[in-house]
C-alpha cells in the first residue's frame, strides 16, 4: 500500500512539472533570465530576456504603470533620489526590462554616491541599449531595429543623444514599422530610423479580437 502510495505521488508531481513546463514555457524561460539579472549577472543575453518577456503573460507593451513614469521624472527632475528610485523600482516589479526605469536608477544612485547600484543599472541600459542595436541598423524596412515595445524606441533616442521630430506608420509584406525622424542634439544633423513593430503590433491585434 505504501508503495502504491508513493508511486502515486511521484507521477503526481512529475504530471504537475511536465504540465507547468508545456503550458507556460515563456514565462519559465522568462523568470529563469530574469532571476539571473536580478542577482547581478549583466552578462546574460538581454536579447533573449527581452523577448521571453514577450512570451510571458505579463508580457504589455502599450500597459505599464504612466502614472508611476510621470511621477519617477518630476522626482529625478526635482532632485528627490529616493523618491524618483522608489517609483522606478515600482515599475521594475511589473517590467523588469523598462530601460528608463533602470536608466533613471542609474543616475539616481549614481547621485547618492551608490556606485555599485549604479553600475549595475547602467549595465542593464547597456545590455538592452545593444541589444536593440544589434538587431539591424535602422537604416531601411530591411535593416530596422526591433523592438518590444514603443517605449524602447524613444529609450534608443535618448541613448543616442537624439530627438524625435515626426513619426509615421508603415507597413510593407505583411510586416509594420515605425518611421521616425531623428535630429542629433549636438550637431543637429536630420536622419530617418525604421522600427520593427511586428511583435508589439501583433500582440494588440490579437488583445482586440478577444
Not at 511621477?71 to 524618483?84: G, P, T
Not at 525622424?181 to 530617418?192: F, L, Y
Amino acid at each position: 500500500m505504501i508503495k502504491r502510495i508513493f508511486c502515486c505521488l511521484c507521477l503526481l508531481l512529475l504530471g504537475v512539472s511536465i504540465n507547468a513546463q508545456s503550458q507556460e514555457p515563456g514565462k519559465l524561460k522568462y523568470e529563469a533570465l530574469l532571476e539571473k539579472v536580478k542577482a547581478g549577472d549583466t552578462t546574460v543575453n538581454f536579447k533573449d530576456l527581452r523577448m521571453a518577456y514577450t512570451e510571458s503573460p505579463g508580457y504589455s507593451p502599450y500597459g505599464g504603470d504612466g502614472e508611476a513614469g510621470k511621477s519617477m521624472f518630476a522626482a529625478l527632475k526635482d532632485k528627490d533620489y529616493n523618491k524618483a528610485l522608489g517609483y522606478a523600482d515600482t515599475i521594475l516589479k511589473q517590467k523588469y526590462v523598462d530601460i528608463f526605469a533602470h536608466m533613471v536608477s542609474a543616475l539616481a544612485y549614481t547621485e547618492l554616491k551608490n556606485a555599485e547600484r549604479a553600475k549595475y543599472h547602467q549595465a542593464v541600459v547597456q545590455g538592452m541599449i545593444q541589444s536593440i542595436l544589434k538587431s539591424g541598423d535602422g537604416k531601411s524596412i530591411e535593416t530596422a531595429y526591433v523592438v518590444i515595445a514603443t517605449d524602447e524606441e524613444y529609450a534608443l533616442f535618448n541613448a543616442l543623444g537624439l530627438r524625435r521630430g515626426s513619426q509615421s506608420l508603415v507597413k510593407d509584406k505583411d510586416h509594420n514599422y515605425d518611421r521616425m525622424d531623428a535630429v542629433d542634439r549636438k550637431t543637429n544633423e536630420t536622419s530617418t530610423l525604421y522600427f520593427n513593430i511586428d511583435i508589439p503590433f501583433n500582440w494588440l491585434s490579437k488583445s482586440l479580437k478577444k
